[in-house]
């Protein structure tokens, strides 16, 4: 396995890194990754020539065949490809994995660990396919230096972070939290349901042992329940937190001072998951991506030390400042989280 | 105020229902009435000569102007009515009020009262607009023989049922719901959302103070949150009670002696709510209403003496039933709810 | 190649009709050739043992597993099967294939013609797959008496009875039609769209010759575009057809007179798909299905000999008459398509 | 009635914009204005102290209550005005009005008039309201130097500008166009429909009219009818224009020279509007503006010298710039409709 990231004579050596699967994540990636100054995107993979292909050429990324047979299917559409994954895999100090589900998991143990390159796999692999769960706030020091790391899913992202708030001010005896997932990303035209719920019919469902990979303390703490409902825009998660105890004001001091989450008000129109995603819209993000995570901050309530509160998840883009940490981490460029936490998040214009 | 429905020399004398407001819930309480046989329908009211008022005519109930104003434009619509209201409501032993949220008090105070006639108003309306909250398993004998009664929503009828199914085991120390909301009912063109969700972001959402005005002694225990989504089926809720012990198989057990609740398998295709109403299409159940509560048996799990659930509530027409009880509580017609419940059942063809 | 339906003694023979694909059409036709007097339904197949496969057993269908090595699973899950469809296939005069896309060929290719029974196949297969293509109104008597016939799709059954109705008072010039698609059928979570519009960009559509496998004098007459949205209940066709010359009034009338195609006015509420399905359920329909083509009749217009009207189709019940007749059709059981219709109709419960 | 834009001692003198009403149309006509070297926004209005009025302060704008009486809602919220509409209109040199629908004309003759002040109204207003109604392509010089024009909808400056590429090749003899309209922006979370499709029942409807009101020659040559449906990303357009003759190359050749509208492929995933979207959020367009209309190459198509061709138009962006080259004409900065169209899209950033 290389070592990871060093410097020499004075000058500052960026880390390599290379995208395999520039989908919705990886995309994403590439260029949070791109506008931080100890790292560079040297590559980017796509199975097949589409737009998004032609897109991240004329955004300057080198873009590389993912399966070497279909090489000859950017030539033919005219996409000029650098190679394939084959060509470039060695010259990476670690591959983000951005292929679909279950992939990545394949990618890791039949490409990355035989070529010796560290790599991160997404949230849509199991706790136990890689070393460790990464969270920025939470096992940024257990990953540290390691060489195959998850990075956990847009939901546990989400709970970790206000879990994250709320342990700093009190104590967690057990968080009860129901999902209500969007359906499909909006750029999906394929799957439904178009006018329907669907319940994870298992309860608890996987989402609270997924958190507590993450946040071990926890173990046996959250249970999850979730269902699926027509619509692409944002997840919504309703938390119920048995506490030691804790006040209103608690919670929203103690989420103003934890990073990647804030509160929002209903009462300024910001009254759904689409005022949501309007504001982001209004801000100038790229893509409208929301990375922090918004409570409501009228859903927060305290009874019998037990904290309710709703907040709402963008799929697509709460993971990417993680993913930029959790290179920092595997490959030793940062000790410190919270240092890593505001590069990140200056080089890419989070709020917090 | 008129006293309730008699036996005279013999004959079976049926009370006499009047519906007003022949509306999603109104149209669903006339046909269940009409197919009892100890009740009649002796009018329908409606505000504006719509397909609605010709399906009433067609099916042949006599139709009246909810607004006397406005009985001009059924005779400009070619729509024989019988009258206003205000010629029929005397001769009501009972009125269903089945006009929209808020409009049901309005009622209640100017007309029924008024024209001294026992009246049930529905569950857009206030705890404390009329004398007591009805539900065919809770509170039948509290409102025997009342004048006004509000016969309350459909999520708050769903949560009495499994409730009573779990009481009926162990005892409930405190109820957690979530309450996944259908957006509009499905003939419903006007409302959204379209893409998005929508918080209550009032939590505690009054859902809970709602059960406990049905179960007094359940005061201060349920607690739910809510958020409403764009889908036209069915609400879901997902339940978390603390209790003082139950296994799996109790839960079943009770869940099949309750009436109108009973268990789906999603193992058996029926996975989400748009299967669902595909078995009460199959099922031949007119307008496909499906007036039991489906549970999920895979979602039902204990852990640690608390039981998760998710189950389904055709907001159209788990009510239905419940009014016709309600009526023969008010007005005295059966003593006994399990009698009223099955004699209900029986007429509208219900499984259970 | 079996004899069709005839007679004996005095007695009626009725026609033994087997279901081959018990899912939204299948499960339709059963129905509705259960109800008519000259066919009876000898059973249905299904290829797994599901609820909707329950559901046959409870309304009285003998059961079959559709691929005979699943037969396994059905005793697994506990349901009785009469054994498989090898078991069955000999006693039918006819099968109603109600399999999906493309399968529908496959069985008449590897089961129907090599058992030398007659059969029907659905919209999902191509014009060249059988003998003809069938519509009740159009080509009953070109399918008398054959052997493989496809009905063809709801779309093309929906625009063949609003052209005849044109046809029956002027000459159709250029029929250009636009049709909006939905995207899937209620009972489906899976596909989508969620919240896209899918255009198919082959212009013309399939859909316009389609029409004209039914109605050969309208060869190059017929000019489709569609697209797909995200909604369950119905599609809606926007037709502009190019004529002779008519008047309003002519088109009116004609569609009074055509069968199984009805106007209605949006002014009495009836103004979107979802109107017309709460209509639908208030008449009582089995699963509201709505056989027949509801046209706007405040959208029917003539500007220079040019025809515009809007219609909508409910995909999963216009073609079920069709089917009856059909067979009738290929068992040579009636002469007159007419006679037919009525007879369908009647046992139906249709309104014409 | 002030004078338009004057250049003055060297000095280049930008003309002074105020946005009346920061909605959807509003706020984006505010940010296209602002990034124009010839134009400043002078300020914005809005009626309340939401999430947009704090987005409009953070951007820079002054902020202005729309309507005086309600000022004191802002101070009250801690939102930082710098007066009321009243204290600023007369500094303006035109307003770009952004109200809903009919407001628009309300303000005109209440406010503009009365302040002697040039203004554009949106598309919500009717033809006849202002003095007449822009395109860039079309009409800039009828608007010329006037005071009142409206600026035509989404769906009337998308068919111009695909009209205008057909017209610059060949001879329009009539125009079919059918509407599938999204059913409410994306921030929206109150209008539906859900789940239904709603049919304009006025055919022809008023789509074709507006787009004459634009291109008279074409009067009485445009006919078009329209559905809602339930999805916010994007209209869709289904084309069928007879002509004296046109080949697909041409057609292909005369959109790459008509600006603001470019051909896009099915065939490298761009299939759906989700996907377009999708596109433009990649591109990093502010809050994804797609400007230019996109038409599907593959559903170009010629039969018999009639064209046709699917296109698509994202409602809250195509008239932004049409907006700066009505401003630009209004005041007299720029004689040539070409050059002003350069540099509102050179300032803009979009592709053609
Ligand atoms: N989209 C989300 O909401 C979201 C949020 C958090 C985590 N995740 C996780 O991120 C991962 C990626 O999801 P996504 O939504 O970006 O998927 P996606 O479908 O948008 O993108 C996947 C990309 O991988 C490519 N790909 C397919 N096979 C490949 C292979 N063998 N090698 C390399 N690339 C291949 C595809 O062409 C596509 O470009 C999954 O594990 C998912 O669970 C997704
Ligand atoms: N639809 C549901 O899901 C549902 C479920 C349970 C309870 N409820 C409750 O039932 C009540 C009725 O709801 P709905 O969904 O049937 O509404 P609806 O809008 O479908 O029907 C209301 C009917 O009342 C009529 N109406 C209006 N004003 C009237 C007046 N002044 N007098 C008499 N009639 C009048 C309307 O014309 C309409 O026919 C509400 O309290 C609602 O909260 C509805
Ligand atoms: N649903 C509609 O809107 C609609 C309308 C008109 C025509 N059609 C056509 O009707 C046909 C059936 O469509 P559907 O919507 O009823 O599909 P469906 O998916 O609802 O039902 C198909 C049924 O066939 C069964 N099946 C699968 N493989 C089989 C096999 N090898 N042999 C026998 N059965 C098999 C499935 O288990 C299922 O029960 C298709 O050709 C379709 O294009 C559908
Ligand atoms: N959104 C679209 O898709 C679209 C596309 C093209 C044209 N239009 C047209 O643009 C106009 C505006 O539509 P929109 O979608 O931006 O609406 P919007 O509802 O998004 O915004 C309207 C804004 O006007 C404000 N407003 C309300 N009353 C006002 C008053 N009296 N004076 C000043 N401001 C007032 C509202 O607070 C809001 O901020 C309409 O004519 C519409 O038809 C809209």
């Known amino acids: ?112 660990k035989k070529n010796n390159v560290k790599a991160i796999i997404q949230g849509g692999e199991k706790a136990n396919d890689a070393e460790d769960s990464f969270n920025s706030l939470w096992s940024y020091d257990r990953c540290y230096g390691k060489d195959a790391i998850r990075l956990v899913s847009c939901n546990t992202t989400g709970l970790c972070r206000s879990l994250y708030a709320i342990d700093s001010i009190t104590d967690v005896l057990k968080a009860r939290v129901v999902l209500i997932r969007r359906a499909v990303d909006p750029n999906d035209s394929k799957k439904g349901p178009v006018n329907a719920i669907i319940p994870s019919t298992d309860v608890p469902s996987h989402h609270g042992p997924d958190v507590e990979s993450v946040i071990k303390k926890f173990k046996g703490k959250i249970i999850s329940s979730a269902v699926i409902v027509p619509t692409t825009l944002m997840h919504m998660h309703s938390l119920m937190v ?82 930029v940490d959790c290179i920092r981490a595997m490959l030793q460029m940062e000790e410190d989280n919270i240092k890593s936490i505001e590069m990140t998040n200056k080089a890419m214009g989070l709020l917090k």
Chains 1, 2, 3, 4 share one sequence.
């Open 242 to 323: 048995e506490t030691t105890g804790a006040t209103k004001d608690d919670i929203v001091d103690a989420i103003a001072k934890t990073p990647r989450i804030f509160t929002v008000k209903a009462s300024e129109g910001l009254d759904s998951t689409a005022a949501l995603i309007e504001m982001s819209r209004d801000m100038g993000r790229l893509r409208y991506d929301l990375n922090e995570i918004p409570v409501w901050e009228e859903s927060i309530n305290v009874i019998d030390n037990e904290i309710f509160m709703m907040q709402a998840v963008h799929q697509e883009s709460d993971v990417i400042p993680e993913n």
């Open 1 to 112: 396995m290389k070592i990871g990231h060093k410097k020499k004579n004075g000058d500052v050596m960026t880390a390599k890194i290379l995208i395999n699967g520039y989908g919705s994540i990886g995309k994403r990636v590439a260029d949070a990754v791109a506008c931080q100054k100890d790292m560079e995107v040297i590559g980017v993979t796509k199975t097949k020539p589409d737009f998004e292909a032609k897109m991240a050429l004329e955004k300057g990324y080198k873009l590389y065949a993912a399966v070497p047979e279909r090489a000859h299917l950017f030539e033919e559409a005219g996409l000029e490809i650098s190679g394939t994954i084959d060509d470039v895999i060695q010259d990476a100090d670690l591959v983000v994995d951005g292929a679909p589900k279950k992939i990545g998991k394949q990618n890791l143990e039949n490409l990355y």
